[in-house]
């Protein structure tokens, strides 16, 4: 019981020391929710970073913003995150003559590297969708990014 406790206490004091290795990074983001989308992540702080993702997909418009807290792993410009925050998308129907809202929220979990050598940053996440309009529902999104890090 004694290692376990250690085990803990040294993988939380670990990862709580974060030292990102660019501010900046923008580039493209593949996945679902938005297919394909412009994506932009900047670090607030050493942890804490913010991501904002504009595409467009079948349906229309699409734009997420995240909160992201971000925790180092033991191999350099290695990474994991985790982060929450809400969608919004439009779609051109022809059933209503218009277009309908979407709004949704989401929740990741993700895993990042950016390169030492070239400034190339790499991101994985997935994690649930909660849509509130125009009716509600869940599901499932994910993405790859890859983006330009600015240092």
């Not at 376990?4 to 929710?33: H, M, N, R």
């Not at 290695?78 to 809400?86: C, Q």
């Not at 209503?96 to 030492?116: D, K, M, R």
Request: aromatic residues 12%.
């Amino acid at each position: 019981m004694k290692q376990i406790i250690c085990a803990v206490i040294v993988l939380v004091i670990g990862s709580s020391a974060v030292a990102q290795s660019y501010k900046t990074a923008i580039g493209f983001k593949g996945g679902y929710p938005g297919y394909g989308s412009i994506s932009a992540k900047h670090y607030l702080s050493s942890a804490n970073a913010i991501e904002g993702n504009v595409g467009a997909g079948s349906y229309g418009l699409w734009m997420q913003g995240l909160y992201e807290w971000n925790h180092d792993l033991p191999t350099s410009g290695l990474n994991w995150y985790i982060g929450v925050g809400p969608n919004v998308g439009f779609q051109s129907s022809k059933l209503n003559n218009g277009s309908t809202l979407y709004l949704s929220g989401s929740a990741l979990l993700g895993i990042e590297y950016t390169f030492n050598n070239i400034p190339l940053n790499l991101a994985l996440d997935a994690g649930p969708i909660v849509q509130v309009l125009p009716s509600i529902g869940f599901g499932w999104g994910g993405g790859l990014a890859i983006r330009y890090a600015i240092k």
